[in-house]
Protein backbone atom coordinates (compact mmCIF):
# COMPACT_ATOMS: atom_id res chain seq x y z
CA UNK A 1 0.00 0.00 0.00
CA UNK A 2 1.34 3.23 -1.15
CA UNK A 3 0.96 6.53 1.46
CA UNK A 4 0.24 9.70 0.15
CA UNK A 5 1.49 13.06 2.83
CA UNK A 6 -0.09 15.76 1.29
CA UNK A 7 1.05 18.93 2.97
CA UNK A 8 -0.46 22.00 2.16
CA UNK A 9 1.89 24.97 2.95
CA UNK A 10 2.10 29.07 2.84
CA UNK A 11 5.63 30.81 3.36
CA UNK A 12 7.01 28.16 5.59
CA UNK A 13 10.39 27.49 3.91
CA UNK A 14 12.25 26.88 7.20
CA UNK A 15 9.27 24.68 9.09
CA UNK A 16 8.95 22.84 5.53
CA UNK A 17 12.65 21.93 5.70
CA UNK A 18 12.39 20.33 9.02
CA UNK A 19 9.43 18.16 7.97
CA UNK A 20 11.69 17.43 5.22
CA UNK A 21 14.66 16.13 6.90
CA UNK A 22 11.91 14.07 9.52
CA UNK A 23 10.45 12.34 6.44
CA UNK A 24 14.42 11.51 4.51
CA UNK A 25 14.88 9.74 8.10
CA UNK A 26 11.56 7.28 7.44
CA UNK A 27 12.31 3.78 7.95
CA UNK A 28 9.18 2.54 5.94
CA UNK A 29 9.84 4.24 2.43
CA UNK A 30 6.22 3.32 1.07
CA UNK A 31 5.36 6.50 0.92
CA UNK A 32 5.15 9.89 -1.62
CA UNK A 33 4.99 13.52 -0.28
CA UNK A 34 2.31 15.81 -2.40
CA UNK A 35 3.85 19.57 -1.47
CA UNK A 36 0.73 22.29 -2.80
CA UNK A 37 2.22 25.52 -2.46
CA UNK A 38 -0.96 27.68 -1.86
CA UNK A 39 0.03 30.59 -3.50
CA UNK A 40 3.18 31.84 -1.38
CA UNK A 41 5.08 34.37 -1.76
CA UNK A 42 7.76 32.91 0.08
CA UNK A 43 8.47 29.58 -2.16
CA UNK A 44 10.35 26.43 -0.68
CA UNK A 45 11.03 24.83 -3.92
CA UNK A 46 14.98 25.15 -4.00
CA UNK A 47 14.35 22.92 -0.21
CA UNK A 48 12.08 20.59 -1.91
CA UNK A 49 14.97 19.83 -4.54
CA UNK A 50 17.75 19.43 -2.19
CA UNK A 51 15.64 16.37 -0.47
CA UNK A 52 14.68 15.45 -4.31
CA UNK A 53 17.32 12.35 -4.06
CA UNK A 54 15.91 11.59 -0.05
CA UNK A 55 12.35 11.92 -0.34
CA UNK A 56 9.63 10.97 -3.46
CA UNK A 57 8.29 14.31 -3.84
CA UNK A 58 5.57 16.45 -6.29
CA UNK A 59 6.04 19.69 -5.94
CA UNK A 60 2.45 21.96 -6.91
CA UNK A 61 2.38 25.14 -6.68
CA UNK A 62 -1.32 26.72 -6.97
CA UNK A 63 -2.89 30.27 -6.85
CA UNK A 64 -3.87 31.30 -3.20
CA UNK A 65 -7.13 29.31 -2.37
CA UNK A 66 -6.87 28.33 1.02
CA UNK A 67 -5.77 25.12 2.80
CA UNK A 68 -8.58 23.16 2.04
CA UNK A 69 -8.38 23.97 -1.78
CA UNK A 70 -4.64 23.24 -1.28
CA UNK A 71 -5.70 19.57 0.39
CA UNK A 72 -8.18 18.68 -2.06
CA UNK A 73 -5.54 19.67 -5.07
CA UNK A 74 -3.62 17.25 -3.49
CA UNK A 75 -5.47 14.65 -3.65
CA UNK A 76 -6.92 14.76 -7.12
CA UNK A 77 -2.56 14.43 -7.89
CA UNK A 78 -2.14 11.64 -5.36
CA UNK A 79 -0.53 7.79 -6.48
CA UNK A 80 -1.18 6.47 -3.13
CA UNK A 81 -4.38 3.83 -1.88
CA UNK A 82 -4.36 5.79 1.80
CA UNK A 83 -3.93 9.56 1.84
CA UNK A 84 -2.13 11.27 5.16
CA UNK A 85 -2.24 14.97 6.11
CA UNK A 86 -0.25 17.08 8.02
CA UNK A 87 0.64 20.61 8.78
CA UNK A 88 3.72 22.39 7.68
CA UNK A 89 5.06 22.50 10.92
CA UNK A 90 4.95 19.23 12.07
CA UNK A 91 8.02 16.55 12.27
CA UNK A 92 7.22 12.88 11.96
CA UNK A 93 9.42 10.38 14.24
CA UNK A 94 11.25 7.75 12.34
CA UNK A 95 8.71 5.19 12.69
CA UNK A 96 5.96 7.42 11.73
CA UNK A 97 5.10 4.83 8.35
CA UNK A 98 6.20 1.92 9.50
CA UNK A 99 3.91 2.46 12.89
CA UNK A 100 0.77 3.86 10.68
CA UNK A 101 0.90 0.57 8.47
CA UNK A 102 1.82 -1.83 11.23
CA UNK A 103 -1.37 -0.26 12.52
CA UNK A 104 -3.66 -0.63 9.70
CA UNK A 105 -2.85 -4.07 9.08
CA UNK A 106 -3.27 -5.49 12.84
CA UNK A 107 -6.91 -3.58 12.58
CA UNK A 108 -7.64 -1.58 9.59
CA UNK A 109 -9.23 1.99 10.13
CA UNK A 110 -11.13 3.97 7.03
CA UNK A 111 -9.86 7.41 9.19
CA UNK A 112 -7.90 7.30 11.69
CA UNK A 113 -5.79 10.29 13.94
CA UNK A 114 -2.73 10.23 16.04
CA UNK A 115 -2.00 12.86 18.78
CA UNK A 116 0.98 15.40 18.77
CA UNK A 117 3.79 16.10 21.57
CA UNK A 118 6.43 18.51 21.81
CA UNK A 119 10.05 17.66 20.31
CA UNK A 120 13.38 18.39 22.42
CA UNK A 121 14.10 20.88 19.45
CA UNK A 122 10.80 23.06 19.95
CA UNK A 123 11.29 26.66 21.78
CA UNK A 124 10.35 26.67 25.50
CA UNK A 125 7.22 28.72 24.08
CA UNK A 126 6.07 26.04 22.09
CA UNK A 127 6.75 23.43 24.30
CA UNK A 128 4.18 25.50 26.49
CA UNK A 129 2.33 25.80 24.14
CA UNK A 130 1.99 22.02 23.50
CA UNK A 131 0.96 21.71 26.97
CA UNK A 132 -2.02 24.23 27.11
CA UNK A 133 -3.36 22.25 23.86
CA UNK A 134 -3.17 18.77 25.11
CA UNK A 135 -3.33 18.22 28.88
CA UNK A 136 -7.11 17.03 30.02
CA UNK A 137 -7.02 20.11 32.72
CA UNK A 138 -7.04 22.70 29.53
CA UNK A 139 -8.71 20.53 26.44
CA UNK A 140 -10.27 17.63 28.21
CA UNK A 141 -8.07 15.44 26.04
CA UNK A 142 -10.15 16.16 23.19
CA UNK A 143 -6.79 16.09 20.61
CA UNK A 144 -5.61 12.52 20.97
CA UNK A 145 -4.77 12.58 24.76
CA UNK A 146 -5.45 8.70 27.11
CA UNK A 147 -8.10 10.42 28.52
CA UNK A 148 -10.80 12.10 26.87
CA UNK A 149 -13.81 13.68 27.35
CA UNK A 150 -15.78 13.12 23.85
CA UNK A 151 -15.88 11.13 20.90
CA UNK A 152 -12.00 11.57 19.41
CA UNK A 153 -12.40 13.57 15.79
CA UNK A 154 -9.02 13.55 13.81
CA UNK A 155 -7.35 16.72 12.61
CA UNK A 156 -5.63 17.28 10.34
CA UNK A 157 -1.90 18.04 12.10
CA UNK A 158 -2.14 13.82 12.46
CA UNK A 159 -4.92 12.23 10.06
CA UNK A 160 -5.49 10.13 7.12
CA UNK A 161 -8.35 7.67 5.33
CA UNK A 162 -8.50 5.73 2.72
CA UNK A 163 -9.08 6.77 -1.46
CA UNK A 164 -12.65 5.20 -1.07
CA UNK A 165 -13.55 7.64 1.45
CA UNK A 166 -12.47 10.66 -0.44
CA UNK A 167 -14.50 9.39 -2.75
CA UNK A 168 -17.26 8.97 -1.27
CA UNK A 169 -17.24 11.59 1.18
CA UNK A 170 -15.46 14.49 -1.32
CA UNK A 171 -13.00 17.23 -0.27
CA UNK A 172 -12.58 19.11 2.55
CA UNK A 173 -13.94 22.14 2.50
CA UNK A 174 -12.94 25.95 2.81
CA UNK A 175 -13.94 27.27 6.70
CA UNK A 176 -12.22 27.28 9.67
CA UNK A 177 -12.22 24.11 11.74
CA UNK A 178 -12.68 22.31 8.02
CA UNK A 179 -10.71 18.92 9.79
CA UNK A 180 -13.83 18.87 11.92
CA UNK A 181 -15.83 19.04 9.57
CA UNK A 182 -14.02 16.79 7.20
CA UNK A 183 -14.23 14.57 10.50
CA UNK A 184 -17.97 14.88 10.86
CA UNK A 185 -18.82 14.14 7.32
CA UNK A 186 -17.02 10.90 7.36
CA UNK A 187 -18.68 9.74 10.42
CA UNK A 188 -21.90 10.36 8.86
CA UNK A 189 -21.12 8.33 5.52
CA UNK A 190 -20.91 5.25 8.12
CA UNK A 191 -17.14 4.81 8.59
CA UNK A 192 -15.90 5.39 12.20
CA UNK A 193 -12.33 7.26 12.84
CA UNK A 194 -10.07 5.97 15.13
CA UNK A 195 -7.28 6.58 17.31
CA UNK A 196 -4.04 5.53 16.56
CA UNK A 197 -1.66 6.40 19.75
CA UNK A 198 1.33 4.72 18.42
CA UNK A 199 1.37 7.36 15.54
CA UNK A 200 2.11 10.98 16.66
CA UNK A 201 3.99 13.96 15.21
CA UNK A 202 5.50 16.89 16.71
CA UNK A 203 3.42 20.08 15.85
CA UNK A 204 5.07 22.81 16.68
CA UNK A 205 2.03 25.25 16.42
CA UNK A 206 2.64 29.33 16.83
CA UNK A 207 5.58 30.73 17.83
CA UNK A 208 4.40 33.09 20.11
CA UNK A 209 1.47 33.63 22.19
CA UNK A 210 0.15 36.72 20.77
CA UNK A 211 -0.47 34.86 17.30
CA UNK A 212 -1.57 31.67 20.07
CA UNK A 213 -4.22 33.51 21.10
CA UNK A 214 -5.70 34.74 17.35
CA UNK A 215 -5.51 31.19 16.83
CA UNK A 216 -7.51 29.73 19.37
CA UNK A 217 -9.97 32.37 19.30
CA UNK A 218 -10.98 31.63 15.58
CA UNK A 219 -10.99 28.27 17.09
CA UNK A 220 -13.84 29.07 19.85
CA UNK A 221 -15.73 31.07 16.89
CA UNK A 222 -15.45 28.41 14.55
CA UNK A 223 -17.25 25.71 17.19
CA UNK A 224 -20.58 28.20 16.92
CA UNK A 225 -20.20 27.27 13.11
CA UNK A 226 -19.67 24.12 13.41
CA UNK A 227 -23.06 23.73 16.11
CA UNK A 228 -24.98 25.59 13.03
CA UNK A 229 -24.06 23.08 10.42
CA UNK A 230 -24.43 20.12 13.02
CA UNK A 231 -26.72 20.58 15.60
CA UNK A 232 -26.49 18.95 18.72
CA UNK A 233 -22.71 18.45 18.11
CA UNK A 234 -21.63 20.96 21.11
CA UNK A 235 -20.72 18.67 23.60
CA UNK A 236 -19.74 19.74 27.80
CA UNK A 237 -16.71 20.14 27.15
CA UNK A 238 -16.65 22.90 24.43
CA UNK A 239 -18.29 24.73 27.09
CA UNK A 240 -15.62 24.53 29.54
CA UNK A 241 -13.36 27.61 28.02
CA UNK A 242 -16.30 29.80 28.00
CA UNK A 243 -17.44 28.88 31.70
CA UNK A 244 -13.85 29.16 32.69
CA UNK A 245 -13.90 32.81 31.40
CA UNK A 246 -16.80 33.91 32.95
CA UNK A 247 -16.61 32.10 35.77
CA UNK A 248 -12.70 33.86 36.20
CA UNK A 249 -14.24 37.26 35.65
CA UNK A 250 -17.20 36.71 38.25
CA UNK A 251 -15.10 35.03 40.71
CA UNK A 252 -12.21 38.19 40.75
CA UNK A 253 -15.15 40.59 40.84
CA UNK A 254 -16.32 39.06 44.03
CA UNK A 255 -12.80 38.75 45.74
CA UNK A 256 -12.68 42.51 45.28
CA UNK A 257 -15.45 43.43 46.18
CA UNK A 258 -17.09 40.89 48.82
CA UNK A 259 -13.87 38.62 49.73
CA UNK A 260 -10.65 37.30 48.83
CA UNK A 261 -12.10 33.84 49.42
CA UNK A 262 -13.69 33.79 46.36
CA UNK A 263 -10.56 33.06 43.95
CA UNK A 264 -9.46 30.25 46.08
CA UNK A 265 -10.81 28.09 43.75
CA UNK A 266 -9.55 29.95 40.64
CA UNK A 267 -5.73 29.83 42.90
CA UNK A 268 -6.59 25.52 42.94
CA UNK A 269 -7.47 25.59 39.65
CA UNK A 270 -4.15 27.19 38.87
CA UNK A 271 -1.77 25.66 41.28
CA UNK A 272 -3.03 22.20 39.75
CA UNK A 273 -2.22 23.22 36.56
CA UNK A 274 1.42 24.81 37.33
CA UNK A 275 2.04 20.98 39.22
CA UNK A 276 0.88 19.10 36.25
CA UNK A 277 2.62 20.96 33.65
CA UNK A 278 5.87 20.87 35.89
CA UNK A 279 5.62 17.12 35.66
CA UNK A 280 4.67 16.64 32.07
CA UNK A 281 7.52 19.17 30.87
CA UNK A 282 10.04 18.38 33.23
CA UNK A 283 10.93 22.23 33.61
CA UNK A 284 10.36 24.33 36.19
CA UNK A 285 10.57 26.93 33.72
CA UNK A 286 8.13 25.52 31.03
CA UNK A 287 5.82 24.33 33.17
CA UNK A 288 5.15 28.38 34.53
CA UNK A 289 5.33 28.95 31.05
CA UNK A 290 2.35 26.64 30.45
CA UNK A 291 0.24 28.49 33.21
CA UNK A 292 0.58 31.12 30.68
CA UNK A 293 -0.35 29.82 27.69
CA UNK A 294 -2.89 27.93 29.11
CA UNK A 295 -4.40 31.21 30.08
CA UNK A 296 -4.19 31.89 26.70
CA UNK A 297 -5.86 28.97 25.60
CA UNK A 298 -9.04 28.82 27.58
CA UNK A 299 -9.53 32.89 27.63
CA UNK A 300 -8.69 32.84 23.78
CA UNK A 301 -10.96 30.20 23.26
CA UNK A 302 -13.62 31.14 26.13
CA UNK A 303 -14.24 34.82 24.49
CA UNK A 304 -14.50 33.72 20.75
CA UNK A 305 -16.85 31.35 22.00
CA UNK A 306 -18.76 33.75 23.64
CA UNK A 307 -18.66 36.01 20.70
CA UNK A 308 -19.71 33.70 18.14
CA UNK A 309 -22.88 32.87 20.34
CA UNK A 310 -23.91 36.02 21.04
CA UNK A 311 -23.19 36.67 17.60
CA UNK A 312 -24.59 34.03 15.64
CA UNK A 313 -27.27 32.21 17.64
CA UNK A 314 -28.35 34.74 20.20
CA UNK A 315 -28.56 37.64 17.21
CA UNK A 316 -29.50 34.64 14.67
CA UNK A 317 -26.48 36.19 12.53
CA UNK A 318 -25.18 32.85 11.45
CA UNK A 319 -28.10 31.04 9.56
CA UNK A 320 -26.67 32.75 6.22
CA UNK A 321 -22.83 31.56 7.00
CA UNK A 322 -24.01 28.32 7.48
CA UNK A 323 -26.17 27.65 4.95
CA UNK A 324 -23.20 29.06 2.70
CA UNK A 325 -20.82 26.97 4.20
CA UNK A 326 -23.26 23.46 3.54
CA UNK A 327 -23.50 24.13 -0.05
CA UNK A 328 -19.78 24.60 -0.13
CA UNK A 329 -17.96 21.22 -2.01
CA UNK A 330 -14.93 19.49 -1.46
CA UNK A 331 -13.09 20.67 -5.22
Given at each position: ??????????????????????????????????????????????????????????????????????????????RGDYFVFVDSDCILPPDYFESLRRSLAESWAD?????????????????????????FLTTGGIRGGKVQMEKFVPRTFNMGFARRVWE??????????????????????????????????????????????????????????????????????????????????????????VSPWWVLPLGVYIAALWISAIISTRSLKIGTM??????????????????????????????????????????
Amino acid sequence: MLFSLIVPVYNRPDEVADLLESLAAQTDRGFELILVEDGSTIPCRDITERYAGKVDIRYFMRPNEGRSIARNYGMQQARGDYFVFVDSDCILPPDYFESLRRSLAESWADCFGGPDAAHESFTDTQKAINFAMTSFLTTGGIRGGKVQMEKFVPRTFNMGFARRVWERTGGFREMFSEDIDMSTRIRQAGYAPQLIRDVRVFHKRRGNLAKFWRQVHVFGMSRITLQLLYPGSMKAVHWMPAIFTIGTVALILLGIFVSPWWVLPLGVYIAALWISAIISTRSLKIGTMAVAASMVQLFGYGTGFIRAYVWKILLRHGRDEAQEIAMRKGK
